[in-house]
């Protein structure tokens, strides 16, 4: 399992992945198929991907390269969420436009060359805007899809003070 040192706590996680687009012929050729796929996660919403238009896929479905990306983001966001939280900072709105640059190798291959978030985060009145955009720093070492990433990751974010919304069904 990898050299996590002996304090490690090891959490298991299995994904069943099913190819779904077998049209009569298999792979008999690179137009005869299609690049549709199931995930399967027990207990969990399947989850219907394809490979990227540019590859033959369904535009309309999810591609390994954009779960890649939102796996990144929600990982930074998450960790982020319980920095401020445990430091008294409270995220009232939270959002990130995340990108990536798939650099491919003439001939086949290729990797991210690059992914960039942006987050643009809302904090109540009075929290410590600094603290708050500090802690991007401090979420980005502490991500675990970041940490199993070889391609650098970049972040760009904001942080403004919000208005505080009125209780909801109109007040006194």
Do not use: Q
Request: proline fraction near 5%.
């Amino acid at each position: 399992m990898g050299d996590l040192g002996a304090t490690a706590i090891a959490h298991r996680y299995v994904a069943r992945l099913v190819w779904t687009g077998n049209l009569g012929t298999g792979t008999s050729d690179y137009t005869s198929y299609d690049r549709g796929y199931r995930v399967i996660v027990e207990g969990k919403p399947e989850l219907v991907g394809s490979a990227h238009r540019a590859y033959r896929g369904d535009p309309a479905r999810h591609d390994p390269e954009d779960l890649f990306l939102a796996a990144i983001s929600a990982c930074h966001m998450l960790s982020y969420l319980s920095l401020c939280a445990r430091r008294g900072i409270r995220v009232l709105s939270y959002e990130d436009e995340a990108t990536g640059m798939l650099a491919v190798m003439p001939g086949g291959g290729g990797r991210f060359a690059e992914v960039m978030l942006r987050p643009s985060v809302t904090v109540a009145p009075g929290a410590d805007e600094a603290l708050a955009l500090a802690l991007h720093d401090v979420a980005h070492d502490r991500c675990f899809i970041a940490n199993s990433c070889s391609v650098p990751i970049r972040h760009e974010a904001t942080v403004r003070i919000g208005e505080e919304a009125a209780p909801a069904g109109g007040g006194a």
